[in-house]
């Protein structure tokens, strides 16, 4: 088993708030004295493409939307378009607080998720893969909607090297599931000059941290990625939607 299998689960705060393009230029000058720009941004951002699956019943957005204290989301995640890291993760949540596990995946194993063929996940050496492997049997996870959603970060800060407390200020996009086609069209998530801004840290966030975070304007939100971008689609498979449609042709 690997070693990294084993390490303690750490949760950490997550807050995001939704602000303007015009308070992420002051926050961002705000938070320059501060704090250090991720390394990986380069030319001040990056982009996150990430691949979100659910089960039969649509639990992660059911149990989002339902309030349940303790839940769990599946998704594939790239950064810059790029094959050369590919991860699984499960992002467990517990009220405001998170805790994120990943383990490798190579770009052949990617397609033979979307195909249906997980038995390779079985044989895995981690066990985030063997656990999948189950979830996609026994609840028969696959991907919501047939969509992924792009994340382009607009500012991502530091205030450690260790990542203890890290903001990012990202726009969100909804794309097809080819995560790997850099030419993919997007349709916008949020309304126009808006984007959201999340503040993770663990443990206590310093107070002059906290002090620049809230421009007046900034409106602090629950909401979630995943839960957004679904409500985008949702006409694509929901109950809802079928049933509207059956009203509207008996009538």
């Not at 639990?59 to 303790?70: F, R």
């Not at 997980?118 to 999948?132: D, G, Q, T, V």
Request: net charge neutral; hydrophobic share 35%.
């Amino acid at each position: 088993m690997k070693k990294a299998d084993r390490k303690k689960e750490h949760f950490r705060n997550e807050w995001k708030y939704l602000i303007s393009t015009s308070e992420k230029e002051v926050l961002n000058l705000r938070m320059k004295p501060l704090m250090k720009l991720d390394p990986h941004a380069e030319n001040g951002g990056y982009l996150i493409r990430s691949l979100y699956f659910d089960d039969y019943w649509n639990s992660a957005y059911e149990e989002k939307e339902s309030g349940v204290l303790m839940r769990k989301k599946y998704r594939i995640r790239i950064y810059n378009y790029s094959a050369e890291s590919i991860k699984l993760e499960r992002k467990k949540k517990f009220g405001s607080y998170i805790y994120k596990e990943d383990a490798p995946l190579t770009k052949d194993e990617v397609q033979k998720i979307l195909s249906g063929e997980y038995e390779f996940l079985l044989k895995s050496p981690y066990n985030l893969c063997r656990e999948f492997y189950i979830e996609c049997m026994s609840n028969m996870m696959r991907t919501e909607n047939n969509r992924s959603i792009m994340r382009e970060n607009h500012g991502s800060w530091m205030k450690e090297r260790s990542g203890s407390h890290l903001i990012q200020m990202s726009e969100l996009l909804l794309e097809a599931m080819y995560i790997f086609d850099s030419t993919l069209p997007a349709l916008s998530v949020l309304e126009p000059g808006k984007l959201i801004m999340e503040v993770k840290f663990t443990e206590m966030l310093p107070q002059i941290v906290r002090d620049i975070l809230q421009p007046h304007a900034a409106e602090f939100t629950a909401v979630s990625k995943y839960v957004l971008c679904y409500e985008k689609t949702r006409y694509m498979n929901g109950f809802e939607y079928w049933y509207e449609t059956q009203e509207r042709e008996i009538l």
